[in-house]
């Protein structure tokens, strides 16, 4: 997935207004623009589109855990340069105050079923030897359940009796 994926999804997910964006930005002190959200957000095959940095996500990531759950004291974390699914999803884990078992009910709520050790593979340290990669198909579901569990105009699909995903 893309950053500017990721950014339209989580907007989608938690129906963000254009002001709302700019001033999670601005809790990670970052100021930035109408028109850069916007052209952030456009579709991919617009010609508009501007690439979103993994440094502006990760901010835009920081600013929404300041949002949900208030900033910390003292100095507060540099933004990564670099991003992977992986570190969306511990973002986003720790900006929502999700469990395990949260994050499983949001994964199930779009027919994708997951067990807690795969999930906890994730969140471990990527030299463990149990760490896995987090793929796009994985967070793609886990941004839809969001939209889902936060949104009350969308209806979830019909529940999956096997699971989609297979480790390779």
Known sequence: MTNNDILRRLRYAFDFSDSKMIALFG??????????????????????LEE?????????????????????????????????????????????????DDMLKVLSSTGFR????????????????????????ILRNFLSGLALQYRSDIKPPKESTKSTFKWE
Request: glycine fraction near 4%.
């Open 27 to 48: 809790l990670a002190d970052l100021e930035v623009t109408r028109e850069q959200v916007s052209a952030w957000l456009k579709k991919d095959d617009d010609p508009a």
């Open 114 to 137: 997951f067990s807690k050790s795969e999930l906890s593979a994730f969140f471990r340290k990527p030299d463990h030897k149990h760490y896995r990669m987090c793929k796009d198909q």
């Open 52 to 100: 979103c940095g993994a440094r502006e996500l990760a901010v835009f990531l920081n600013g929404f855990i300041h949002d949900k759950r208030g900033k910390r004291e003292g100095p507060q974390a540099e933004p990564e340069s670099r991003l992977n699914n992986n570190i969306v999803f511990r973002k986003l884990k720790i900006a929502l105050n999700l469990k395990d």
